[in-house]
């Protein structure tokens, strides 16, 4: 066992009941305050251990770490250092925080200098992202997306079983929680229309992904296999694949996503490691056929990790109107990893791939607005009495997700973002 996840471990930090961020977490994020610059955190109930301090103060010695690596704005030279080297820096971490070690929980001039609020701080992205590639890994979504666009009796297409069906998106609009997004405006085939029409999208949606972030892979030419593809993956973020329904409906033939998924992603600020989510493992859905070879792989690579999404307009309530779970995906992130570079792909430190919409077999576990209204043909009821079909202007998208035995609750935070009107 990784002794960071061990669950009798405590912390002096006072952690509230149903924190996301107890000792067993210790996600990673970029943090600033008006008075201090960008750097490297983690999270500790409603604290954050600035790592840059640590560093100062001498508690990160004969790690692998300089003070550059966690003065940055941005996790990559951590990442840059490997997984043996983030997983020390997670075990020492713990330590510094656990209830027995006196080493810096007595120090109090110390513990003041290094343990900050979280509402006094302002969570940046928390990786410079290279690569992102989305992937279709869902079999309900999927099903239901063929079912309502192409034919319900065949809704997957031929390759759909065999291959973690994926394209290559855009990083550079890829954004922290927090951050607005502008309806986008584009090229839309109306209803019964001859002719396309430009304006605002008028079908905008959100798909409930979860994402993860790679370390360095091999050169280009090698392939990563399944059995060791956890050992290039860092960790996880809760990840909202905005999308226009309606542009992306008449540009995706013959190529698929472009202007319709490319305006925005949003992404949680916390990044969870794929050391502190082992616990939660679990058994994926059968996969019938059996897959070629090279996407065969052992034990679980599936995470039962909890997932919900809800709306809340403007000066109103949230109303919860997802509960998903990331346990369903029928491919997992070694096939998906090993698939992406089979063909000798070359992947980096700070890459991001991201699930494809996450939706279980219950209608309330439909990970987008497309799917949970039916098109718009079952309009969502939200706690304030109006109805959705997709998102109006200024409502906010909330996603939360979380791993737990029942008593530790592995966290991600959540990544909310308000859709304002077209810029
Ligand atoms: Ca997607």
Request: overall charge negative; aromatic content about 8%; proline content about 7%.
């Amino acid at each position: 066992m990784i002794s960071a996840n061990d669950p009798k471990l405590t912390s002096w930090v006072n952690v509230p009941d149903h924190s996301d961020f107890p000792i067993q977490n210790l996600p990673f994020g970029i943090f600033k305050t008006p008075q201090m610059d960008a750097r490297v955190g983690v999270a500790i109930g409603e604290h954050v251990l600035d790592l840059k301090a640590l560093h100062v103060l001498g508690y990160l010695e004969n790690l692998p770490f300089t003070l550059d690596d966690l003065s940055s704005n941005t996790l990559n030279p951590i990442i840059h250092r490997g997984k043996v080297a983030t997983r020390e820096l997670r075990n020492r971490v713990s330590k510094l925080l656990s209830s027995d070690i006196p080493d810096l929980r007595d120090k109090e001039h110390h513990v003041k200098q290094a343990l900050l609020p979280m509402g006094d701080c302002e969570m940046l992205l928390p990786v410079e992202i290279g690569d992102y590639t989305d992937f279709y890994s869902s079999i309900e979504h999927a099903t239901n997306v063929g079912k309502m666009f192409r034919d319900p009796a065949n809704a997957l297409l031929p390759n759909w079983k065999h291959i973690p069906v994926g394209y290559h998106g855009r990083s550079s609009s890829i954004v922290v929680s927090g951050t607005p997004i502008h309806r986008p405006k584009g090229q839309m085939l109306p209803a019964d229309a001859d002719a396309p029409v430009f304006g605002p999208c008028k079908l905008l949606d959100f798909e409930l992904e979860m994402a993860f972030i790679t370390y360095p892979g091999k050169p280009m030419g090698d392939s990563i296999g399944t059995s060791e593809a956890e050992n290039y993956i860092f960790g996880m973020v809760l990840f909202n694949d905005w999308s226009a329904r309606d542009i992306q409906k008449w540009e995706y033939v013959p190529l698929g996503p472009f202007l319709g998924k490319n305006f925005a992603s949003s992404v949680s600020a916390w990044v969870v490691t794929l050391d502190a989510l082992e616990p939660y493992k679990v058994a994926g859905p059968a996969q019938d056929p059996p897959v070629l070879s090279y996407l065969e792989y052992d034990g679980n690579r599936n995470y039962d990790i909890n997932l919900e999404v809800g709306i809340q307009p403007e000066g109103n309530d949230e109303t919860v109107i997802c509960r998903s779970n990331f346990k369903y995906m029928y491919w997992n992130m070694s096939q998906q990893l090993a698939h992406h570079t089979v063909n000798g792909c070359n992947i980096r430190g700070g890459d991001m791939m991201a699930s494809g919409t996450i939706s279980g077999k219950d209608e309330t576990s439909y990970g987008s607005m497309l799917e949970l209204s039916w098109k718009g043909t079952k309009p969502l009821k939200l706690s304030n009495g109006e109805e959705r079909k997709f998102i109006n202007d200024n409502d906010e998208v909330i996603m939360r997700g979380h791993a737990t035995n029942g008593d530790i609750r592995i966290g991600f935070g959540e990544v909310r973002s308000k859709l304002l009107p077209t810029r």
